[in-house]
């Protein structure tokens, strides 16, 4: 760290993780909020969305890399590109809707208009305006740096630094070849919308908190415990032991995961849609492979810092912070591609039940982040302890998953231990404290 710079925040001072406890600034400081959105949103690789959203030319979504509106679009060659929604002339959006199909993207204030491919192409009342070294090249949209893997599009606003692969790590990137190669053709498809919620509570409570679901979610266990008609109890609540996989997972770089791969039981079935994704799956990646693909479901449960969550076998999540106490979740189903209907169908109906209005998971979670905000604002004892498991995490080689997904010596604790929290919250102050 450069000697010279102080941090607007001591973020450090805020976090004591040796004891387990986490100061409620963290959560409640829109000071450090601000700190955030700077030094995890601005400065580093935040997700935005995924090439199948727009499939097409001229295709297009509106999404956000922190503060900043961005667009997502392919110009009339097919290009993919990533633009801030800010006009050269006097900074207005030049895109309002979250999804279409465009040539051009036109500003509604003086009229200046880009093609699809980013350049300046009008200005209106021109001639004389400027002076002859006016150029219209020289006012593109701006565009962040972009990296794709394997679908998934990450955007980030300073110009050079680490690469797509250093922020994800082997961790980050694991988890998305496992989400991608339950597809016997590698590839996820996100083209059935999204749902969104807003929830009044920090960004940082969503995700990886493996210690409340047979509580939190208790209404919801119950019910799926009737359904089976107590012959599969949920895994969860069966609260089985380390040795057997039930673990949370630092995955590094603050990434983490729920990691209950190696319990996972295959609900597959044997109706004849089955048994052909099943053939499908044995010829591309081999009996083994394919089998664990099978019985996880290509489930990484994986949150990736700062913003896309992996989790259950087809949630893809993208969490957009807008105040301190005040996010965005977006929820989308991730559609195999080369499966048959029947099997999207099953994970589409699965997203319908947890997440939304109607869902049996999300309101639950929702509930508790809010009352956890109430908990940050009071100001005896500020401190939130997070001590669970410390005591007995310890470094992991993976051996009961295969290769390629394997998580080499990575921390473990037990599944309900708040190891991920700790990872996320480590990797948290570390950023923060940079130049
Ligand atoms: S601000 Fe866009 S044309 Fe003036
Ligand atoms: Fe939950």
Redesign the pocket.
Known sequence: MNAAYKPRVDVNSLLRLDEGLVHADVYASPEVFDLEMEKLFHRGWVYVGHESEIPKRGDYILRWIGTHSVIMNRDDAGKLHLFLNR?R????TVCQNEQGNAPRFN?D????SYRNSGELVGIPLREGAYGPDFRMEDFPLVSPRMEVYRGFVWGNLVADGTSLMDHLGEGGKRSIDLFCDASPEGEVVLQQGFLRGVIYANWKFQGGDGYHPPIAHQANFMYYRGKRQGNDRNPIAVNGTMEEGFLSRDLGNGHCALDFRAVSKDKLGDAPWAKKYREDMHRVYGKERAEFLIRTGGNPHAVLMPNLHLVNTSDLRVIRPIAVNHFELYFYCAFLKGVPDELNEMRLRDVEARTGPAGCINPDDVEMFERNQLGMQQAVNPWKYMARGIVRERIDDDLLTPEPYRRHKTVVGHLSDEVTQRAQLRWWAERLSQP
């Open positions: 006009c002339h006097r900074a207005v500003c204030y003086h009229g200046w």
